[in-house]
T-cell receptor
Framework: GENVEQHPSTLSVQEGDSAVIKCTYSDSASNYFPWYKQELGKGPQLIIDIRSNVGEKKDQRIAVTLNKTAKHFSLHITETQPEDSAVYFCAANTGGFKTIFGAGTRLFVKA | ETGVTQTPRHLVMGMTNKKSLKCEQHLGHNAMYWYKQSAKKPLELMFVYNFKEQTENNSVPSRFSPECPNSSHLFLHLHTLQPEDSALYLC??????????FGSGTRLTVV
């Protein structure tokens, strides 16, 4: 079955710097890759997603890239702000109802 | 609110108790999910319902019993749980197999 690995597990950046979180997946049939942000006391919230027919997608300060050949996808956050501090999860889906999540990255943005 | 409401937010139960978790979605989505979130582990899929039919049971012990009376409501009935079942239980919904909308979760402690 699908396996998703996520790195790093913890990331600390200075406010204004960029943050990059990387994920790899094992099932070449995976075609949908969402990213979620989870703040303390809340459930994960979808922040951006990408499909396998697209290499890059941007939404304001966040962007996601996908390398299907290498089975890598990454989340990029530019001009980080303290409110970006949270746990971020990558995930992969093959089109069915089973989405597999990475273990999460705890991002700290220092003011 | 996210459109997915979970109750209760917190639950403490003894190993011989029976309790139920409730989830309700107001988004008109066709699929609903139960996930278990434990510290330092990826989100674990437990059950999936599509149009109130169970499509996935991810080898979950029988002490967890799901119920989906309609596409808007999902329950998780709990009985004779173990301390290792203590975790955050998250409900989610989706339209098709795309990005999920999660509730805020029920923090369960088994004593």
């Amino acid at each position: 079955g699908e396996n998703v690995e996520q790195h790093p597990s913890t990331l600390s950046v200075q406010e204004g710097d960029s943050a990059v979180i990387k994920c790899t997946y094992s099932d070449s049939a995976s075609n949908y890759f969402p990213w979620y942000k989870q703040e303390l006391g809340k459930g994960p919230q979808l922040i951006i997603d990408i499909r396998s027919n697209v290499g890059e997608k941007k939404d304001q300060r966040i962007a996601v890239t996908l390398n299907k050949t290498a089975k890598h996808f990454s989340l990029h956050i530019t001009e980080t702000q303290p409110e970006d501090s949270a746990v971020y999860f990558c995930a992969a889906n093959t089109g069915g109802f089973k989405t597999i999540f990475g273990a999460g990255t705890r991002l700290f943005v220092k003011a | 609110e996210t459109g997915v409401t979970q109750t209760p937010r917190h639950l403490v139960m003894g190993m011989t108790n029976k309790k139920s978790l409730k989830c309700e979605q107001h988004l008109g989505h066709n699929a609903m999910y139960w996930y278990k979130q434990s510290a330092k582990k990826p989100l674990e899929l437990m059950f999936v319902y599509n149009f109130k039919e169970q499509t996935e049971n991810n080898s979950v012990p029988s002490r967890f019993s799901p119920e989906c009376p309609n596409s808007s409501h999902l329950f998780l009935h709990l009985h004779t749980l173990q301390p290792e079942d203590s975790a955050l239980y998250l409900c989610a919904s989706s339209q098709g197999t795309d990005g999920y909308t999660f509730g805020s979760g029920t923090r369960l402690t088994v004593v």
